[in-house]
């Protein structure tokens, strides 16, 4: 009984080392499973954000063609109606489905801004279909879509945590815009 005794502190030593090393173990992995699912989230909200922001700029860019002619110095390359409208339809329909990804993945100030941005687009869709009037200034529309858009990126980069400063293009493009030469009167 004595050698028991004697040796009772060194297995109690033992015994809490190993339930130490158990737990210290448990808890790395269960830290570094985390930080596993985190970048794994990262990456896919990531991709839900270019993809939707790749499907806008695809409706974006159509209805700039169908459009061209109602913007005097328009770059945009002018596109049959008919053609157009198919292109819309196929840009809507991918649109739609990347929008869900974005609902699933997307915090709540990136999925609002995204919606705003889209808004600002439909304008444009709306006059490319011919359900809407044309402005007497179209460069409105335009303008809101490029400050729609840098809301949207600031809000996912912010989202992603990603840093380096302002990305925002609607100033320049702004100034891009008044630099367009006006078509006059007989032009």
């Known amino acids: 009984m004595g050698t028991l005794l004697t040796q009772l502190p060194a297995l109690l030593g033992v015994l809490v080392g190993t339930?130490?090393?158990?737990?210290?173990?448990?808890l790395a992995d269960r830290a570094r499973w985390?930080?596993?699912?985190?970048?794994?989230?990262?990456?896919?909200?990531?991709?839900?954000?270019?993809?939707y922001a790749h499907a806008l700029k695809e409706s974006h860019m159509v209805a700039l063609r169908m459009t061209a002619d109602l913007r005097p110095g328009s770059h945009s390359h002018p596109i049959d109606r008919d053609d157009g409208l198919v292109r819309l339809a196929e840009s809507d329909a991918r649109r739609t489905i990347v929008w869900e990804n974005l609902l699933l993945l997307g915090d709540e100030p990136t999925v609002v801004a995204a919606a705003g941005w889209r808004d600002a687009i439909w304008?444009?869709?709306?006059?490319a279909r011919g359900v809407s009037e044309a402005p007497s200034d179209i460069s409105g529309l335009l303008i809101q879509i490029n400050d729609a858009r840098d809301g949207y990126y600031r809000a996912a980069r912010r989202s992603l945590g990603v840093r380096g400063g302002s990305v925002e293009q609607s100033a320049a493009l702004r100034q891009a815009m008044r630099e367009l030469p006006v078509a006059g009167p007989g032009s």
Do not use: C, F, K, P
């Not at 130490?20 to 448990?26: D, E, F, N, Q, V």
């Not at 304008?123 to 006059?127: A, C």
């Open 123 to 127: 304008q444009v869709e709306r006059l």
């Open 19 to 26: 339930l130490g090393t158990i737990l210290a173990t448990s």
């Open 34 to 51: 985390r930080r596993s699912q985190s970048v794994r989230w990262d990456e896919r909200r990531l991709d839900a954000y270019v993809e």
